[in-house]
DNA sequence: GGCAATCTTGTTATCGCTAACACTTACCGT
DNA sequence: ACGGTAAGTGTTAGCGATAACAAGATTGCC
């Protein structure tokens, strides 16, 4: 109808409409306390009538700041980080920022570098960077971000605000699990070392088993596949004195357990596995799968609510958040032999 | 070191350090012909020196318009999705675009509406929006969108511009997969019905039994779930005469898989599956699964060169580009007796 | 060699908003 | 009644880029 319809309406439009000036359209936009209440209702009912949104990009140009908050990622559909990415979108979407993703195809120094940069191009307000591996939190250190930045599942070492999974408790919770059930030792499969979930999650393993006075089978390494613990899980598969395995992951898990299948090992009577993260299927593999739950959701709430804290307070300090996973005990586990 | 960096360096730095005006940095940046070879040599040593990045929002401020595109999708970690997604997320930084990820929770029309209006409030250059349900497609239709749009997996009818698998195409190849192993006829565990995808792949099923002159059975309808595929499940391994079913995902046949070990009914000796998306564990499960792949990486490259098209001419056309899938075959399947 | 056409560059206005300041009115205490 | 403070509003000046136009430099052609 409105044959005109081409330009979206602007400040002043409102500001005409409700017969103020655009400043004090712009105060009742940001909620400032110096406006009648007379006056706030006119410019919001104009602001209705006109349905009037206000340009995200002329405010981030005067203010230096926007409402969007960059995340990087690595590409990737393993559930571990589909999931930590899935629900900071939604913690970030439900505190009214847009979230802008850069996945990586690596977690190599140059292309978090690069990712980053690409998100102060946009001049994000801030950033949150999954970064598992060393050279991820390496990029980081000698980058003059320049704005608030949470790193999630990166190294407690560094300076910069942290969410972090407690991996090793995870892990060590799991351990305990099997040897509570009777079995002399733990062998366990790790995902790439060079990840520091991984990493944590073996020294919680190592920690139990210690603790237990067990013997420390030897590490195998894996990467975070179900191709890898099948793998894995064809060499254990032989060794009849393997009574329990930890996987690093459900997704190795689910190798394994296809391994021990074809190897005439049944799980839990002659064999019992724990997993880790809790993927949706896990209570529908055969057997259904007893393992570790990172509670996803809560890391990304603390870590969008941590961006926010340095957001509102320059001056907030660098801070930590650990968040502790919990055992889902399933079918996948039994006294040995 | 730099007592200042205060500001981050702009325009008119630049162009002050390499001794032209702005607008010849301005020309520089945007490839413009008409600059001299010297002159833009000396612009682009200065923006080097400088670490000069031009600001997005002022840009988007007088252009009307960002270097942003705004994907809408279901907040899901399923495996379709997810990884439509983060192919989408790829494409787009590969071709130089950044991405906004408005994830919602459901895919009713409020909540979509709402994701594109904040994605529009964003000045987003385009759209992509994963709506495979009716009610995405309706708040499209009816919503003034005014920039390039792309749907992927909705509806051929509507006039958006769009992008497909072929579910029907892969539905059928499976059907006839297991048709020509020597079942007389295909039971199909499909999507919730409101999914295009669900009703396509329905429909594939339905009409390669019928071009086959087999018998139809009864439609069991199920989530996209693990647990919903073993609920459904559960009842087919009690009816003898089920010895061939396709399941609309992989997540389904999972738990299908898991429903059948529990009544003793072997897979593919006793009763054959093939799922649907070739999620990377599929080929892990007990049994490993016969599954249709979809190319979601061509899926995603498809969508943004429809959209990039769409931004670079105005004029063109609304398009569709369908992809077909590929049957994976692996030991699910057998034939029946 | 002279004039038009073209290339190269600069100047100015503008996008839509917020910050800073100025101004008016109302209310306070003495 | 009067200065002083605070509340409510308007005016002006940018933020950092592109667009449109203007103007000087160079080229081409007869």
Redesign the pocket.
């Known amino acids: 109808m409105d044959v005109k319809a081409a330009?979206?309406?602007?400040?002043?439009?409102?500001?005409r409409l409700a017969?103020?000036?655009?400043?004090?359209?712009?105060?009742v936009?940001?909620d400032?306390?110096?406006?009648?209440?007379?006056?706030?209702l006119r410019v919001r009912a104009a602001i209705a009538e006109l349905g009037?949104?206000?340009?995200?990009?002329?405010?981030a140009?005067?203010?230096?700041r926007s409402q969007l908050i960059g995340i990087v990622a690595q590409n990737s559909t393993l559930y571990g980080p589909a999931s930590l990415l899935a629900a900071f979108e939604q913690a970030a979407a439900e505190a009214g920022f847009a979230v802008s993703v850069g996945s990586v195809g690596r977690l190599d120094r140059e292309s978090i570098a690069g990712a980053v940069e690409r998100h102060l191009d946009q001049r994000v307000a801030g950033l949150v960077v999954i970064a598992p591996v060393k050279s991820a939190d390496d990029a980081l250190e000698d980058m003059p971000v320049g704005v608030p930045l949470v790193t999630i599942d990166g190294d407690p070492q560094r300076s910069h605000t942290l969410v972090t999974v407690d991996q090793a408790a995870g892990a060590r919770a799991a351990t305990e699990h099997l040897l509570a059930a009777g079995h002399r030792t733990v062998w366990h499969i790790s995902g790439p070392v060079d990840w520091y979930d991984a990493a944590w999650r073996i020294e919680g393993w190592r920690g139990a088993l210690e603790d237990a006075g067990a013997e420390i089978p030897p590490l195998v390494t894996a990467d975070w596949s179900a191709s890898s613990g099948y793998d894995a899980g064809r060499m254990l598969a032989r060794m009849p004195e393997v009574t329990a395995v930890f996987a690093a992951n459900d997704h190795q898990a689910l190798g394994l357990l296809r391994a021990f299948s074809e190897h005439g090992r049944r799980v839990p009577q002659d064999v019992s596995v724990v997993g880790f993260d809790d993927v949706p299927e896990a209570a529908y593999f055969i057997p259904p799968l007893t393992t570790i739950r990172p509670d996803f959701d809560a890391v990304a709430q603390a870590g969008l609510d941590l961006l926010l804290a340095q957001l509102t307070d320059e001056a907030a300090p660098p801070n930590r958040v650990v968040i502790a996973p919990t055992l889902v005990e399933r079918a996948s586990v039994a006294p040995p032999g």
Chains 1, 2 share one sequence.
Do not use: F, K
């Open positions: 330009r979206s309406p602007a400040m002043t439009d409102v500001a017969g103020v000036s655009h400043q004090t359209v712009s105060r936009l940001n400032h306390p110096n406006v009648r209440e007379q006056t706030r009037y949104r206000p340009n995200r990009a002329a405010r140009l005067v203010t230096g």
